[in-house]
C-alpha cells in the first residue's frame, strides 16, 4: 500500500487560500460519476464553511510529487433502522448504540455519513489508489472520530447498482432500508437509494 496523506480541505483552505484550493480541485475528473467530480469542484469548499459537512483530500507520491487521488466527505447523520430489516445478531449489536422506538419498532442512531468519495482519473491519477483502499481510509477516519466521540457503524447511500452494492458489500456494509429521493436529487437514477451501513471494530 502506498502511503497516503490525508488533507482536510478546510486546513488546505486556510493555508494556500480559497482561490488556490478552487483551482486545485478544477482538476479532478471523475467520470464515472459526474456528481462526484461536480461536488469536490463547486461545492466542497462552501459545506464546509457552512459546517454541513468535512472533505478529506487522499494524496499519494507520484514522479516525486504529491498528488490528489481520490477524496471522501464526512457529515454527521442520525438515522433510522426498522427491526424487519435486519438480523437478530445485527439487532443486538445496534441496540448498544441506538435508541430503541417501540411505537415505530425503529432503532435511531448517530452514524458518520459518507457522503461522497471517489478517485480522480485526472492524468491516470486513479491507477494509483484502488476502490477498496480509498474506503478503507474513510472508514479508519471515521473510526478515529468515534474513538472520541463514540459510535461504532459509518452509514452510506448509494445507488442500486450490482456494482455499487456489491462493493461496498465487499468492504463489510450491509443494506438494511432504501430512501426515496427529494424532487431536487436529480443527479441519480431511480427512485431511491440504497441505504447501507458497516460495523466499525
Known amino acids: 500500500m ?12 486556510e493555508e494556500a487560500g ?20 461536480n461536488f469536490l469542484r463547486y461545492k466542497a469548499i462552501e459545506f464546509s464553511k457552512q459546517g454541513l459537512s468535512q472533505t478529506h483530500l487522499v494524496m499519494a507520491s507520484h514522479k516525486k510529487k504529491m498528488v490528489l487521488v ?17 438480523s437478530n445478531t445485527t ?8 435508541i430503541y422506538y417501540q411505537q415505530i419498532r425503529k432503532y435511531v442512531l448517530s452514524a458518520p455519513l459518507i457522503a461522497q468519495i471517489g ?6 491519477y486513479q491507477k494509483i489508489i484502488s476502490g477498496d483502499e480509498l474506503l478503507g481510509i474513510a472508514c479508519d477516519k471515521v473510526k ?4 472520541d466521540l463514540g459510535g461504532k457503524y459509518v452509514y452510506l447511500e448509494c445507488e442500486d447498482k ?15 432500508d432504501q430512501r426515496p429521493l427529494d424532487r431536487e436529487e436529480t443527479e441519480f437514477d431511480g427512485e431511491y437509494l440504497v441505504q447501507m451501513l458497516k460495523y466499525l471494530k
Open 119 to 124: 478517485k480522480n482519473y485526472a492524468n491516470g
Open 91 to 98: 439487532r443486538k449489536r445496534i441496540a448498544k448504540y441506538a
Open 2 to 13: 502506498h502511503g497516503y496523506k490525508v488533507v482536510n480541505l478546510q486546513e488546505l483552505v
Open 70 to 86: 481520490g477524496y471522501f466527505t464526512l457529515a454527521n447523520k442520525t438515522i433510522s433502522v426498522s427491526t424487519k430489516n435486519i
Open 144 to 147: 478515529g472520530i468515534q474513538y
Open 162 to 176: 450490482p456494482a455499487l452494492t456489491e462493493f461496498y458489500s465487499r468492504n463489510g456494509f450491509f443494506e438494511f
Open 18 to 37: 480559497e482561490e488556490f484550493t478552487k483551482e486545485y480541485l478544477s482538476t479532478f475528473s471523475c467520470p464515472l460519476n459526474q456528481d462526484v467530480e
